[in-house]
């Protein structure tokens, strides 16, 4: 089975704070993304890696940045967390060569003060 | 960007009861997933189709991927109480690494 962890399932963070969210997925995928989820607005793709050092902005990019640095890890990071960043973050992987279902950590809940 | 219409949008159904959702696009997709997500977790993978026309069970559940590539069903028979939760549809063409998501239909089931 795919497994992919998050670092954290809960965190709170003050305003301004720098924040680091983790990703590992064990399946040798080359795909890795992260989303936000909100009510009422599904889920958002913030970024996206189709493989190590590789990244692609999705459609809500601003205010994070990404890192991939091992295939199997995914970095989210907010250079300066505001309290419009308060959300439900998930992280996805899957294979680059098919068959292209994504599978999900189980979600980091973050909360800015 | 781009979402796909999941409807209905909430489902209040009798434990027993089948359940029907769908989901339609103004665009071809090559892949139709459909996930559950439980509250406070994130999404799991139930489906997958590749195929249009292609009728894909997993237990209580069956989804079709519909044969102009614009749309997808989902139905649960015979409901039970873990079955709540929301669930979601997203579609992709070969072509785009992003999934096109759904809004997600919310299942609850009545005491």
């Known amino acids: 089975d795919v497994k992919v962890t998050q670092s954290s399932r809960y965190l709170v963070k003050r305003t301004g704070e720098k924040v680091f969210l983790e990703c590992v997925q064990d399946?040798?995928?080359?795909?890795m993304f992260w989303y936000r989820q909100d009510p009422g607005l599904g889920l958002r793709l913030i970024y996206f890696?189709?493989?190590?050092?590789?990244?692609e902005k999705g459609d809500i990019p601003e205010g994070y940045s990404v890192s991939r640095e091992k295939k199997e890890r995914f970095s989210l990071i907010l250079e300066s967390a505001s309290t419009n960043q308060t959300s439900m973050y998930l992280c996805?992987?899957?294979?680059?060569?098919?068959?292209?279902?994504?599978?999900f950590g189980p979600g980091t809940r973050l909360t800015v003060t | 960007g781009q979402q796909l219409n999941q409807s209905p949008q909430s489902m209040f159904i009798q434990e027993g009861e089948d359940v029907s959702m769908n989901c339609t696009s103004s665009?071809?997709?090559?892949?139709w997933l459909w996930y559950k997500q439980d509250p406070g977790e994130g999404p799991v993978l139930l489906i997958a189709?590749?195929?249009a026309g292609e009728l894909t069970s997993n237990g209580r559940l069956t989804a079709q991927f519909g044969i102009t590539r614009k749309d997808s069903f989902l139905n649960i028979s015979a409901s039970i109480p873990s079955d709540v939760g929301i669930y979601f549809c997203?579609?992709?063409?070969?072509?785009?690494?992003?999934?096109?998501w759904g809004a997600g239909t919310k299942l609850i089931i009545k005491p």
């Open positions: 189709l590749y195929k």
């Open positions: 890696s189709y493989d190590v050092k590789m990244k």
């Open positions: 996805a992987s899957r294979s680059g060569v098919g068959p292209y279902e994504q599978y």
């Open positions: 399946m040798d995928h080359e795909n």
């Open positions: 997203a579609g992709q063409n070969r072509s785009n690494y992003q999934l096109i």
């Open positions: 665009s071809i997709f090559n892949t």
